[in-house]
């Protein structure tokens, strides 16, 4: 069978990088196709343009989809074996809490800098600029016909085009209809990852505000998330609202817990002592120093307090209506805002239909697919970028195994 290449990766992004440097390391000839006019568009908005690569707490429980199938492929390369990879590359990077990794010079093109002069030193061929429109079998091979009229044929295809996610930075359907062409079934598609809008228009009233909240959703409320919450005129984001966001629909009931460091009982009577200390004041001056103004406004409104009562008449019923608002507060889920703003896709091609050690097709001997594509999608903090690495070196691994030859570059 004469082919142009051992391997065609359609799709410049985390995944399709790591696959196409490990092949060409590995001596095969590669070619990588991206419909962008550079590499790693989506990785260069990432952690708000700081690039969060990797979490070292990654595993299977962070993800969502199929927590199984995501734990085996990052065993096959885990966070630490990322750290290092990244270390071999050139990058200097930083931990900046809860496990999360940034390039220590605090851009995301360093990620992409490291990646692009690797290609080149390895010898993968790239073409930008070239948006694949169709894939097929063909004498034993796969055929990718692109939209300037090129038609490239190979051994083995990679599908590592990514979510729907960002279409502005290269987010599209497209991979899922040239998965679908081959079979496979597609779970629908949806923003994850995404700021959550509110029902409520009191919510403008908390707009530009940071505060350190505990969060859940009524019909998953043992799934609860503690980080900073911003505020905006229409809803709210956040790490930890981010990550809720993928089971989140219009009607839900998000709640928020203003003072996650305390139990109830303990903030009852933290606030009954202040009470105590301070009988002559009024209601407001209770959350001085605990609450920011805009916050205990909102509360003594939505709670029914009136704003002239001294805190010596405070009596238990309230104080109970108090903590159990602050708590418990619970907001209307008016929307999950679209694919433009959400940091990457729930659902995908069904992980059913891919062998998880190889990421290669159990519908196609030589097609494979990987990351975002696949109906696997991680909580905010590095884990999405980590599938994507794992899932590619994954598939970089088996396609050396079937194709390779003895003059590879890498162990």
Partial sequence: MSVDYDVIII?????????????????????????EILLGRKIL??????????NINASGAKYYGDGKFAETVLKIFPARACLKFFDDLGLLY??????????ITGKSASVNDCF??????????????????KVYKSGGGFKAECSDGAKYSSKALVLACGGAAYPQVSGSMKGYELARSF??????????LSAIDIKENAISRLAGLKLYCGASLSV???????????????????????????????????????????????????L???????????IKELFTGILPAPLYNLLMDYAGLRKNTLLVEINDNIFDRIVSTVKGWPFTVADVRSFKEAACTAGGVSVEEINPCTCESKLEKGL???GELLDIDGHCGGYNLQFAWASGYAASKAIEVEYGKSNSKEN
């Fill in 11 to 35: 799709g410049g992004g985390a995944s399709g990088m790591m696959c196409a440097l490990r092949c060409a390391r590995a001596g095969l000839r590669v070619l990588l196709l991206e419909k």
């Fill in 45 to 54: 908005v990432t952690g708000n343009g700081r690039c969060n690569f990797t």
């Fill in 94 to 103: 930083r931990e900046e809490g809860e496990g999360r990794y940034f390039p």
């Fill in 116 to 133: 692009a002069a690797a290609l080149l030193f390895a010898g993968a061929e790239i073409k930008c600029k070239c948006e694949v429109l």
């Fill in 183 to 192: 079979g496979h079934k597609i779970i629908k598609p949806r923003p994850a």
């Fill in 220 to 270: 998953y409320p043992k799934n609860k998330e503690e980080g900073e919450i911003t505020f905006g005129a229409k809803g709210v984001g956040g790490n930890n609202i981010l990550t809720l966001s993928r089971n989140a629909k219009p009607g839900d009931t998000l709640i928020l817990d203003f003072m996650p460091q305390f139990s109830a009982e303990e903030f009852k009577a933290l």
């Fill in 272 to 282: 009954k002592k202040r009470a105590a200390k301070y009988p002559s004041f009024k």
């Fill in 368 to 370: 494979y697919i990987t």
